[in-house]
Structures are given as C-alpha cells and as structure tokens.
C-alpha cells in the first residue's frame, strides 16, 4: 500500500477494511462474520463494563521473503485464551475456530500486511467480551469474539535496552 509509511508506523491503531466476529448464544458459539464496522453496540449493563468480564491477546502476522503471510504460534495463543476464559467463568472458543477466525480476518485485510524486511508487522489483537446486561455479580450467558488487526511498528520507538544492574 502506497499510502503507508511502513518504516515509520509506531504501536497504534489504524484503520483496516475488516474485522471478524463470533457470537456466543444459547450455550454455543455462532458463526465467523467479516464486519466492517469499528464500533461496538453494546449495554450500558454489559457485563464487561462492571466486572470486567472480558479476556484478549496479542499476535503478529508477517510477510516473508518468498511473499507468504507467516503468523506466528496462532494455538499457543488460543491456549492462553482458553486459560484466561476458564479463569474468568468463561466459554472456551476452541481453537479450531480461534486460528480460522485469524485467517479469515487477515486474509481479507493482506494488503495492510508490511512488506518483507519493513520492520513493521501486521497486530491481531483477539478479544472477548461479556455482553449480558447484569448488575448483579454473576458470569454473562452472551459473549462477543473479535479480532482487530492494525499494521504496527515496534512497541517501542527506539527498540529495547537492556537495564544496568548494580550488584
């Protein structure tokens, strides 16, 4: 994409063509959507807002050399997931649906993957979220699964530095 500066992009969000979404309804979890929409309509009692009912993670995608999209340990991350949901009372996305949830999302938005060798990568950031309308300390019936995805440039401006340690 032209209009990106890849070597300059710093941790942020910006703005792709598509983000995907699962509904979890009556005990199951529903369909993958592709949705264009960068808003959420959700309760002013959800769940997520008063007892934080909510769960996310954090993974890349690159271009490789030979121009293949590579992203990095997609089930370890669902894993990690899972685990956070068990945690918090709630429903495992399993992660089948997990890693086709990424590919899907990151297939529709390929042109905001960084050329090779950018130093820049595409950010999947999937999330959770309890979406029952309760005010009483309970765990949600609904949930919402998305994934964003941003192209980013290092987390920090200036790269890692190690720390002097005195002994």
Request: with cysteine; aromatic share 12%.
């Amino acid at each position: 994409m032209k209009e990106i500066d890849w070597a300059n992009l710093s941790f942020g969000y910006m703005k792709t063509d598509y983000n995907v979404r699962c509904y979890y309804r009556d005990g199951a979890w529903g369909e993958l959507e592709l949705c264009s929409e960068e808003t959420l309509n959700i309760h002013m009692a959800a769940t997520c807002l008063h007892y934080g009912q909510e769960a996310f993670e954090g993974l890349k995608a690159y271009r490789g050399k030979d121009g293949k999209i590579r992203i990095f340990r997609p089930e370890a991350n669902a894993e990690r997931l899972q685990s956070t949901c068990d945690g918090i009372l709630m429903p495992e996305l399993p992660t089948e649906k997990f890693v086709a949830a990424i590919k899907k999302v990151v297939k529709a938005n390929e042109r905001f993957i960084p050329p090779y060798e950018s130093g820049a990568a595409l950010y999947i950031r999937p999330f959770i979220i309890a979406t029952q309308p309760k005010l009483g300390v309970a765990a949600s019936d609904t949930y919402l699964f998305i994934i964003i995805l941003s192209p980013v440039g290092p987390y920090y401006e200036h790269g890692l530095a190690p720390t002097k340690i005195y002994v």
